[in-house]
Structures are given as C-alpha cells and as structure tokens.
C-alpha cells in the first residue's frame, strides 16, 4: 500500500493542471472488440521514433516477449519518426485493423489523448510505455523520472565539488510535449536548488540534439564560456549536442555532463571524459512488464498483481503502473552496468578510437 500511495504522490502533480474534476478512474479489463473476438489476439506497439535505443532494445525485447507468452498472437510494430501527425495516423489505423490492445509510447502526451479515447471506445485496452500520455489509458510502465532527475543532480554536484559554490551550470531539459521531462526536471532541481546557481536553463525541442547544440551555443554566448562549470542534460542525446557546442567554442577541459539512456555513443563518451555520467534504465525489465500487461488485457485478464503503483494523469486517476529504478552509470561503473546488463559488450565500447581511453578507465576482457 505504502508503494503506491508513493507512486501516486510521484506524479500527482500531473493531475493538478486538470484539476480533480477532469480527472477521470483508471479502468480495469473491458469486454468489446475484445481479445479472440476475431481469432488470435491483436497487439500493435507504436514507438515514438528509430532511434537506437527504441529499434536495438525495445522493439525486439517486446515483440520477443509478447511471443513467448502468447505464441499465437498477431504484433505489429510502427515507428512515428518524431512525428506526432504520423502516431496520429497509425493510432487511427490500428483501430481501423481492431486490435485488441496498443502499446504506445507517445510523440506527445497531449496531443495523442483523442487517439486513446477514440481507442475506449472501440473497446481496445491501451498500456502507456516509457511516458504516461493522457486520455483512459488501462495501464503504465516506466522508470521512476523523480529518481532519474535526483540521480543527474547527484552526479553533476559530486563532480563539481567546490565549483558549485562560484560557477553556473546550465539546464538543457526535455521537451515539453513529454510529461517525463518535467518529472525528471523535478527530482534534479530538488537536488540542485540552492546548491548550485543556473545561468541559462532551456526546453529542447523534440529532444533533438540539434535543438540542443543551439540552445548550448546561445548559453555560451550568453554566459561566457569560464563561467559554465557544468551541464545538467535530460539525456545521452541533448548531451551530444550539448558537447559539440562545447567543442566548436574550444572549450577545454569540457565541464561535467549528465546524460540518461546508456545510448553506446554516451558511454564511449564518458570513457573518453567528454561525458561524465548517464543514467542506465533496463529495458527489459520495462519491455518485460509492457508485454506481460498487454499479454493479459488482450486475453480479458485485469492487471491485478502485476502492477506495483498507482498514478494520475491529468486525465485519468489510479492507472495501474509499473515503476522501475534507474541506475546511474559513471566511468568506474561502466563494467558492473550497462555491461553486466548485457547492453554492451567491452568489445563494442571499446573501438580502435576508445582503446586507449578504456585502457585508462580499467575497461578491459
């Protein structure tokens, strides 16, 4: 009870914006185009883009999972490339085809609440995955976001040391369309307010590491670049962008960045000292829970004992979720992380181009 009276404090704020009156009762299991209805259960997964963690990790590890637990049913796998018209679409099709459940990831949390109601009403269960879009989704699967953002904070203060009483840090967040930006933006600043002063602080875009080189660039025109004593990024793809705005200014040594993800590119940078943390979520265990929830409501079995909390959305209370705890990742812990997970070999971190740096790190077979 304790567990998920926490997980609804987590993201109660998320229901605030609506107000109680908007906010909705999560659903059980429901009868209507229902599972064996027309034969094999249905089940469509739609990803928000291809990047590499979502086509190397997650859409194998689900579409691998579903199977296991129900050889028979039918899985079709769709990516919307960043674009939020385009998951549109491929909702609205999906309902067309009458799945039976989605599991969906959304381009953006607001903007897909019409999809998921249009969804209910054609009986198909939906399971939020990674971002808890609005709308009377029936269940969630994510990492705790507050501890991703309490761990970044940790991190970055730890390698500021006494810097973080007479530099300035900036904030490149997430996008604004993701409700797991502000939850990660929460946890950090509980750590980092009154700790640290921020001189620049930016919503990126899409999460678009473009966005977020130019976003960096403004900072250290705005700044100046002896003023920047670290960065607090979202994630492992804002902080690419992040360090070659660092390097076109010629800025050396690089300041400490955070990062989240794993992403393989991100770990040879914390090898290499060009990134100094990044948060490892474990997709299996997500892709795990994500299937065996939508295995379930496909086959008309309610979520009872497979979820450990409760939250809200701004649309909808008491959805039943699954929040898993992230890991954080520094270079002294890349060998009992992400490698010990089984997401990278020492072999695939260590390139010709990293051979030296993992040499240092103690990185070796």
């Known amino acids: 009870m304790r567990a998920r009276l926490r997980g609804a404090a987590v993201l109660a704020g998320l229901c605030l914006v609506a107000g109680p009156v908007a906010c909705g009762e999560a659903g059980g299991a429901r009868t209507g185009g229902g599972a064996g209805s027309h034969g094999a259960p249905r089940i469509g997964v739609l990803l928000p883009d291809n990047t590499s963690r979502f086509?190397?990790?997650?859409?194998?590890?689900?579409?691998?999972?579903?199977?296991?637990?129900?050889?028979?049913?039918?899985?079709?796998i769709v990516s919307a490339q960043h674009d939020v018209a385009t998951q549109q679409q491929q909702m609205d099709a999906m309902i067309t085809k009458q799945a039976d459940v989605l599991i969906l990831d959304a381009t953006d949390s607001k903007s897909l609440r019409?999809?998921?109601?249009?969804?209910?009403?054609a009986g198909i269960e939906v399971v939020s995955y990674d971002r808890l879009v609005?709308?009377?989704?029936?269940?969630?699967?994510?990492?705790?976001?507050?501890?991703?953002?309490?761990?970044?904070?940790?991190?970055?203060?730890?390698?500021?040391?006494?810097?973080?009483?007479?530099?300035?840090?900036?904030?490149?967040?997430?996008?604004?369309?993701?409700?797991?930006?502000?939850?990660?933006?929460?946890?950090?600043?509980?750590?980092?307010?009154?700790?640290?002063?921020?001189?620049?602080?930016?919503?990126?875009a899409g999460w678009r590491p473009e966005a977020a080189n130019a976003n960096m660039s403004a900072a250290i025109s705005a700044l100046g670049a002896d003023r920047i004593a670290g960065v607090y990024s979202a994630n492992d793809g804002l902080a690419s962008g992040i360090v070659a705005a660092l390097k076109a200014a010629k800025i050396t040594p690089l300041p400490p960045i955070t990062g989240q993800d794993a992403e393989l590119s991100a770990v040879?940078?914390?090898?290499?000292?060009?990134?100094?943390?990044?948060?490892?979520?474990?997709?299996?265990?997500?892709?795990?829970?994500?299937?065996?929830?939508?295995?379930?409501?496909?086959?008309?079995?309610?979520?009872?004992?497979?979820?450990?909390?409760?939250?809200?959305?701004?649309?909808?209370?008491?959805?039943?979720?699954?929040?898993?705890?992230?890991?954080?990742?520094?270079?002294?812990?890349?060998?009992?992380?992400?490698?010990?997970?089984?997401?990278?070999?020492?072999?695939?971190?260590?390139?010709?181009?990293?051979?030296?740096?993992?040499?240092?790190?103690?990185?070796?077979?």
Not at 55 to 76: A, G, M, N, S, T
Not at 114 to 121: I, K, L
Not at 154 to 159: G, M, Q, R, S, V
């Open 114 to 121: 019409t999809p998921v109601e249009n969804a209910r009403r």
């Open 268 to 365: 040879q940078r914390i090898v290499a000292g060009e990134q100094y943390m990044t948060v490892l979520k474990p997709f299996k265990p997500e892709t795990d829970a994500a299937a065996t929830m939508a295995v379930a409501l496909a086959r008309g079995k309610k979520l009872d004992g497979l979820t450990t909390h409760h939250v809200n959305s701004p649309t909808t209370r008491g959805i039943p979720a699954v929040l898993l705890t992230p890991v954080p990742v520094t270079a002294d812990h890349i060998k009992d992380t992400v490698v010990a997970h089984g997401m990278y070999t020492i072999d695939q971190i260590c390139t010709p181009k990293y051979a030296a740096a993992c040499a240092r790190a103690g990185l070796t077979r």
């Open 134 to 204: 609005e709308g009377p989704v029936s269940g969630y699967v994510s990492f705790d976001g507050a501890k991703v953002g309490r761990l970044q904070g940790e991190a970055l203060l730890k390698a500021l040391g006494p810097k973080a009483r007479t530099g300035e840090i900036v904030m490149m967040n997430g996008a604004t369309t993701d409700p797991n930006s502000a939850w990660f933006k929460q946890g950090a600043l509980a750590v980092l307010r009154g700790k640290v002063r921020i001189g620049k602080a930016y919503s990126t």
């Open 55 to 76: 086509y190397h990790f997650d859409k194998p590890l689900i579409d691998k999972k579903i199977h296991q637990l129900c050889p028979e049913c039918q899985v079709e």
